[in-house]
């Protein structure tokens, strides 16, 4: 039973480019959430969300950035005219339940740098 | 001001007991937890406790939690080189699945 992946495990893009981040949860998980890690800070929310439904987004950004979990395949976080302050490790967790006493196992993170 | 705070680094001797320490401000927190990164890795999740517990063990781990001082600490027992990672303390509400609140992390550096 694999973990969650997430893909790819490091991306570079320059300022103005598209950053896509792939997880794909657990099997049998329904439940994605995604956090940033900045340099030398925990992580921080961002969104959460279930097939085909974000279910709270209020940790991620106003602009240029996006999240889905279609009915198949991976769970997208996407970034649009990536800026520096964009470098982060963007971790993927997933959960069988929307329970947060149910164990949430977290991938092995994307880290972006633009450059 | 971040609503969990840990201090950021602790260096140990191998064999010695670690403690990390973490506050929060959130009385209506439900779960707190502890998780564990190692270099290049995501999360591993060590051990949560539920708000009205005040001690929780697992093998080497200790959970304390003081409700009335909003102070959480995980002891590690015998602490080991393989011990060494960033420990995360994390917070969860009740109206909040998924969404945990994390320390900035404690660095623990095992030294033999």
């Known amino acids: 039973n694999a973990g969650v992946m997430q893909n790819p495990r490091h991306l570079v893009r320059r300022r103005g480019q598209e950053a896509r981040l792939r997880c794909s949860p657990m099997?049998?998980?329904?439940?994605v959430y995604w956090y940033r890690q900045l340099p030398e800070e925990g992580l921080k929310f961002m969104v959460y969300l279930q097939k085909e439904n974000i279910i709270d987004e209020s940790g991620m950004p106003k602009e240029r950035f996006s999240a889905e979990f279609p009915k198949e395949g991976p769970s997208i976080l996407r970034i649009q005219q990536v800026v520096r302050g964009d470098s982060a490790a963007y971790f993927c967790?997933?959960?069988?339940?929307?329970?947060?006493?149910?164990?949430?196992?977290f991938g092995q993170g994307t880290r972006l740098t633009v450059v | 001001g971040e609503d969990v705070e840990q201090s950021l680094f602790l260096s140990v001797r191998e064999g010695d007991s670690s403690v990390i320490n973490c506050t929060y401000t959130d009385s209506s927190s439900t779960y707190l937890y502890w998780y564990k990164q190692e270099p290049g890795a995501g999360l591993q999740l060590l051990t949560y406790?539920?708000?009205?517990?005040d001690m929780k063990q697992d093998q080497r781990l200790t959970v304390l939690l003081n409700k009335k001082d909003k102070h959480l600490s995980l002891r590690i027992a015998d602490t080991q080189t393989g011990d060494s990672a960033i420990y995360f303390c994390a917070e969860s509400k009740p109206d909040s699945w998924g969404k945990l609140q994390f320390g900035a992390g404690t660095q623990v550096v095992v030294t033999p």
């Open positions: 967790a997933s959960s069988s339940e929307g329970r947060v006493d149910t164990e949430a196992f």
């Open positions: 406790i539920f708000s009205n517990m």
């Open positions: 099997k049998g998980h329904s439940h």
